[in-house]
C-alpha cells in the first residue's frame, strides 16, 4: 500500500506560480513511477506529468511542456510539481500518482492515488 497526501494548491493570479507537494508513505518510494493529474470541474482527468523511478525521465503534456516541472526528491519521500506562468485554464483539482502500471499518461495506469489539491487561477 502506498499513501499519498498532497499540498500546495492554491489560489494565484495568471502568470503566477505554485509549487505542489506530494508526500508518500508505505513503500520504497524510490522505486515508484510517479505521476501528476488534474481533473478540471466537469471534464476528464487529464495527464500533467510523470517521472520514471528508474532513470529520473520525465514526461510532460503539451499543454504544460515548458511551463510545469516534475520533480522528487527520494530522501523527503516527496514528489514535487513547479508551476510556472499558471494560466485560467490550469485551474482544476491535481491529483498524485504512484505505482506505475501501464501507461504513464493513462490515469489507469496508476495504482494508488492521493486526495487532490484545487489550483484556481484568476484571471
Known amino acids: 500500500q502506498v499513501q499519498l497526501v498532497e499540498s500546495g494548491g492554491g489560489l494565484v493570479q495568471a502568470g503566477g506560480s505554485l509549487r505542489l507537494s506530494c508526500a508518500a508513505s508505505?513503500?520504497?518510494?524510490?522505486?515508484?513511477?510517479m505521476g501528476w493529474f488534474r481533473q478540471a470541474l466537469g471534464k476528464e482527468r487529464e495527464f500533467v506529468a510523470a517521472?520514471?523511478?528508474?532513470?529520473?525521465?520525465?514526461y510532460y503534456a503539451d499543454s504544460v511542456k515548458g511551463r510545469f516541472t516534475i520533480s522528487r526528491d527520494n530522501a523527503k519521500n516527496t514528489l514535487y510539481l513547479r508551476m510556472n506562468s499558471l494560466k485560467p485554464e490550469d485551474t482544476a483539482v491535481y491529483y498524485c500518482?504512484?505505482?506505475?502500471?501501464?501507461?504513464?499518461?493513462?490515469?489507469?495506469?496508476?495504482?494508488?492515488w492521493g486526495q487532490g489539491t484545487q489550483v484556481t487561477v484568476s484571471s
Open positions: 500518482a504512484a505505482d506505475l502500471h501501464g501507461r504513464y499518461y493513462d490515469f489507469e495506469g496508476y495504482n494508488y
Open positions: 508505505g513503500r520504497t518510494f524510490s522505486s515508484l513511477s
Open positions: 517521472i520514471s523511478w528508474m532513470n529520473g525521465r520525465t
